[in-house]
């Protein structure tokens, strides 16, 4: 869906011109980059977004319920991030 999203030139204009839409995007990635806007930060946030837009509309999640999806969503991305349980 994200990338759907995002490789959109239409829908891009459309939410980029939406200020609600901007600002939880802006909050998102501060959230995913924190303080460090190094390259590698920029690009963990932006691997992983990608990963989580591409996993949760794969055929193999397809079944999952929300509270699975979730859990397994958190605890996959802390392993991505490299962060503690």
Known sequence: MESTLTG??????VFS?????RRVMDRLY???????STAEARMAAA????????????PLAQDL???????????LGR??????D
């Open 8 to 13: 959109d030139p239409v829908l891009n204009r």
């Open 17 to 21: 011109a939406d200020e609600h839409f």
């Open 30 to 36: 501060r959230g995913l980059v924190g303080q460090d």
């Open 47 to 58: 691997m992983l977004t990608a990963a989580i837009g591409g996993a949760v509309m794969h």
């Open 65 to 75: 319920d929300d509270d699975v999806l979730g859990a397994q969503l958190l605890r």
């Open 79 to 84: 392993r991505f991030l490299e962060l503690p």
